[in-house]
């Protein structure tokens, strides 16, 4: 069964059991969806649509937010094109004054020639290591060097509508600075944090309603630092495809990879642009082609309030008082999954977030969680000692 854009839902292309695998990504399904063409009439306040997104004139959309009838219609048309339309917009001038985004390159320059000089290694999500240069935690980074600077850079109206028009007054910025530089390699396509971060086994193991889910809880966004022409490898994107529910086990196969080879769109972007993106909708940077572009951006991962506990655990205490209990049960033959389960209520087993400087992806999307540490001390025997010192070196690489 399924449902159109223009009937207001996501389109359900899938049977709509409790479990997805790849069995359920159906490349026919996916050509239908994302085969649509975005309709002008559903972005009056758009400038134009192009390549089937919609672009925003950054000044007109904030005076319309700005008037008490306009806001709601500028929050919901925002919305409608990130979840039910093609999921990516274009602000044209998100930043006015080109002087604020110069003052923050500035800064990002000096802190990867830093880094640089101190031989940092940078590992990357999508991208080999050494393919670019990354900032880790730019916006902490950026504020400890230059606070007057970050103050002009985080006032801006544009970024806070978006922000807030998808996850609500309460969201948390996050941003990591990429810069690809000439010969650069585009990266695979891929769709993005949180289930995008995992392996297609850790996927599959979540429910159907949790892929669903993933997309509400964060919102993607980039500032262009400079021109990004397109031979400068500016993102690719494949609009509408936001809305395939088996899409964070569909990014992996080949053939949806090679669709997205043939059908993606290229935005070129001014320095000052921004864009932002449904984190479920299939993209890639793209290949710096150009002698002399060092294509810089602020990628901006924006977080919704909500996805936090109700309580503070010392889950490194925890899992250390555990441990010696699950070695004797171990020893005694109790199952497998049994001390699993222990281990899934003692420790974090998420690795985010974490310290991306001291404790980066080299090897995988993500790097080992606290309960990957406790399981192997417990599959492989380690004296307590061990484990508390493996455990309060993560902390210490996961600290800010």
Same mark, same amino acid.
């Given at each position: 069964?399924?449902?159109?854009?223009?009937?207001?839902?996501?389109?359900?292309?899938?049977?709509?059991?409790?479990?997805?695998?790849?069995?359920?990504?159906?490349?026919?399904?996916?050509?239908?969806?994302?085969?649509?063409?975005?309709?002008?009439?559903?972005?009056?306040?758009?400038?134009?649509?192009?390549?089937?997104?919609?672009?925003?004139?950054?000044?007109?959309?904030?005076?319309?937010?700005?008037?008490?009838?306009?806001?709601?219609?500028?929050?919901?048309?925002?919305?409608?094109?990130?979840?039910?339309?093609?999921?990516?917009?274009?602000?044209?001038?998100?930043?006015?004054?080109?002087?604020?985004?110069?003052?923050?390159?500035?800064?990002?320059?000096?802190?990867?020639?830093?880094?640089?000089?101190?031989?940092?290694?940078?590992?990357?999500?999508?991208?080999?290591?050494?393919? @670019?240069?990354?900032?880790? @935690?730019?916006?902490?980074?950026?504020?400890?060097?230059?606070?007057?600077?970050?103050?002009?850079?985080?006032?801006?109206?544009?970024?806070?509508?978006?922000?807030?028009?998808?996850?609500?007054?309460?969201?948390?910025?996050?941003?990591?600075? @990429?810069?690809?530089?000439?010969?650069?390699?585009?990266?695979?396509?891929?769709?993005d944090y949180h289930l995008g971060f995992l392996s297609q086994e850790q996927a599959a193991s979540y429910p159907a309603h949790v892929h669903r889910l993933s997309p509400f809880l964060t919102l993607q966004g980039a500032v262009a630092?400079?021109?990004?022409?397109?031979?400068?490898?500016?993102?690719?994107?494949?609009?509408?495809?936001?809305?395939?529910?088996?899409?964070?086990?569909?990014?992996?196969?080949?053939?949806?990879?090679?669709?997205?080879?043939?059908?993606?769109?290229?935005?070129?972007?001014?320095?000052?642009?921004?864009?932002?993106?449904?984190?479920?909708?299939?993209?890639?940077?793209?290949? @710096?082609?150009?002698a002399d572009i060092r294509r810089m951006a602020n990628l901006l991962q924006v977080s919704s309030a909500f996805g936090r506990a109700m309580e503070t655990v010392d889950r490194a205490a925890v899992a250390a008082a555990v441990h010696?209990?699950?070695?004797?049960?171990?020893?005694?033959?109790?199952?497998?999954?049994?001390?699993?389960?222990?281990?899934?209520?003692?420790?974090?087993?998420?690795?985010?977030?974490?310290?991306?400087?001291?404790?980066?992806?080299?090897?995988?999307?993500?790097?080992?969680?606290?309960?990957?540490?406790?399981?192997?001390?417990?599959?492989?025997?380690?004296?307590?000692?061990?484990?508390?010192?493996?455990?309060?070196?993560?902390?210490?690489?996961?600290?800010?």
């Open positions: 069964m399924s449902r159109t854009a223009a009937q207001g839902a996501p389109a359900r292309t899938w049977p709509g059991t409790v479990d997805l695998s790849a069995e359920d990504c159906d490349l026919d399904a996916f050509r239908e969806l994302v085969g649509q063409r975005t309709d002008p009439g559903q972005y009056p306040a758009a400038e134009r649509v192009e390549q089937n997104v919609p672009h925003y004139d950054s000044g007109r959309l904030t005076a319309l937010a700005a008037a008490p009838e306009g806001a709601r219609a500028v929050r919901e048309e925002l919305v409608r094109a990130l979840l039910d339309g093609p999921g990516v917009v274009v602000l044209a001038r998100a930043f006015p004054d080109p002087a604020v985004v110069d003052r923050a390159s500035d800064v990002f320059r000096a802190l990867i020639e830093d880094e640089r000089a101190r031989g940092a290694g940078r590992g990357d999500h999508f991208a080999a290591p050494g393919a @670019n240069d990354r900032v880790w @935690n730019a916006l902490e980074k950026l504020a400890l060097r230059a606070p007057d600077v970050f103050a002009d850079y985080y006032a801006n109206e544009a970024l806070a509508l978006v922000c807030g028009a998808w996850l609500g007054p309460a969201y948390q910025l996050t941003s990591q600075v @990429n810069v690809v530089n000439p010969g650069g390699a585009a990266q695979r396509p891929h769709r630092h400079c021109d990004m022409p397109v031979e400068s490898g500016p993102t690719l994107y494949l609009p509408h495809s936001q809305k395939y529910e088996p899409g964070y086990l569909a990014w992996r196969l080949p053939e949806f990879a090679g669709y997205f080879d043939e059908h993606r769109v290229q935005l070129p972007l001014e320095k000052g642009d921004a864009v932002f993106f449904n984190p479920a909708l299939f993209h890639a940077a793209g290949h @710096n082609r150009s010696p209990e699950l070695l004797r049960r171990r020893a005694r033959g109790a199952p497998e999954a049994s001390l699993r389960r222990v281990v899934a209520a003692a420790a974090e087993g998420y690795p985010f977030p974490t310290n991306l400087d001291r404790d980066p992806p080299v090897d995988g999307l993500a790097p080992p969680s606290q309960a990957d540490t406790v399981w192997r001390a417990v599959a492989e025997g380690w004296t307590p000692d061990r484990l508390r010192q493996d455990l309060q070196a993560g902390d210490e690489r996961r600290r800010s």
